[in-house]
């Protein structure tokens, strides 16, 4: 049977299960997902227009030829990265599915298969480190083979729309302020989130929360905001990412935001000849491998991803928070 879509190989959806509780992120943009054909692709065509002014002119001169304003557009672009992950088990720890530690409940193995527990583990590290990439990711361009590519994330990539907080802890004025400039540079606010870790979603809840008097329950746990000047009056949820920097939050516009695959061109049974990428490649794939003069087997998880963050300018960031009360 030919290696297609019918055949499970494609872990990208594995990847996005398995990586929920650890990429939230990645797991709010996935339904976006696209794919590109080249390393570097487009992600936005930055161009911007003269402040407004009151421009008029008399009726002789507009009787007269005009000279054209030309608008420049510019070209903002990302690179895919590869990432990889081995996998390996040997034939004795396949067979321990009974073997226990610590307090045994009969109730059966925990792990029936460690090879597949194995490409589990990976496929979460897979995500987290795909969360981590977007979100603090540092550029490095396509040039040689023998460079490693790496995808640019919000870190980098937002820089008309800042906060200095200036080591101080997350405040309602910091949020306005970074909030004014989204609207200043034209952010729509179509779906925005903040993506915090965890003690900047403590402060959110410090600084919107009101708890109503209460005998047996105290406390509140905001999950969205209203802040004032996001022009649709629309809320603002909250995402907790575990691979946010606790010094940073960014408010990100999630309609803009998309996961890019290079699938891979995987070939089919019996390593014939490759299936054609562009018809039926695979986005998060499992190879294994041989097993030669040795008790073990496994293989390796193969990504090929990049991050479309759309125009930087529908983002926001703030810096430099306090990371402790």
Known sequence: MALTYSDTVNYRGVLYLYGKSRAPFLNAIAPRTARCYSRT????Q???????????????TAAGAVTPTTVTRGQDTNT????????QTTFMSESLAGSFSGVNDMSGAPVLSMLDFQKKAGLMQMASNIEYSFLQGTYVAESATSTAVATRGLGEAVSTNTVAA??????????????????????PFD??????????????????GYAPMDRTVGGVAINQVLIPGAWTNRPISVIYSPQQSTSVIHLVDLSVCRPVF????YPRDGNVEPQSAQSEGVDVIYVPSSVVMGA????????QIGFDYGPEEYHGEITGLATSA
Do not use: H
């Open 41 to 44: 692709f487009p992600i936005a």
């Open 46 to 60: 930055p161009w911007t227009l003269s402040a407004a002014s009151q421009d008029v002119i008399a009726e002789t």
């Open 80 to 87: 895919i990265q590869i990432m990889k992950y081995g996998v």
């Open 166 to 187: 200036g080591g101080l802890k997350l405040s309602k004025e910091m949020l306005e302020e970074c909030v004014r400039e989204m609207v200043d540079s034209g952010a």
């Open 191 to 208: 779906n925005v989130a903040i993506v915090a870790n965890t003690f900047n979603i403590q402060m959110l809840s410090d600084i919107y």
């Open 262 to 265: 290079l699938p891979v061109s």
């Open 296 to 303: 073990a087997r496994g293989g390796f998880l193969y990504t």
